[in-house]
């Protein structure tokens, strides 16, 4: 059984930065791609960024060159960098293992909250 832990949200003012961490449990994370999701306040659940076992990223067309995704395989920990921080980014930030066919594991949400 895996478990997903994210921490690392918070307040911060527009314009700037927060580092979200997804700790997992078990053997399947460097095996799983590992994607973050958010979802804003009345919004449905939207997909942020996306790394493969392998290094590939991608990313959803409102990053806009703001964020990076990245893993660490040895800590079994991946990592949400995301700067110039925008009202709108304000959202619960989730963190899953997706295994090409489904998802395998779901974090509870770390909350991030852009304002001044």
């Not at 997903?4 to 314009?15: C, D, H, K, R, Y």
Request: glycine share 12%; proline share 3%; with cysteine.
């Amino acid at each position: 059984q895996v478990q997903l832990v994210e921490s690392g949200g918070g307040l911060v003012q527009p314009g700037g930065s927060l580092r979200l961490s997804c700790a997992a449990s078990g053997t399947l994370f460097s095996n799983s791609a590992v994607r973050w999701h958010r979802q804003p306040p009345g919004k449905q659940r939207e997909l942020v960024a996306s790394i493969s076992s392998g290094g590939n990223t991608m990313y959803g067309d409102f990053v806009k060159g703001r964020f990076t995704i990245s893993r660490d395989n040895a800590k079994n920990t991946a990592y949400l960098q995301m700067n110039s921080l925008k009202p709108e980014d304000t959202a619960v930030y989730y963190c899953s293992l997706f295994n090409g066919v489904a998802y395998v594991a779901w974090g509870q949400g770390t909350q991030v909250t852009v304002s001044t």
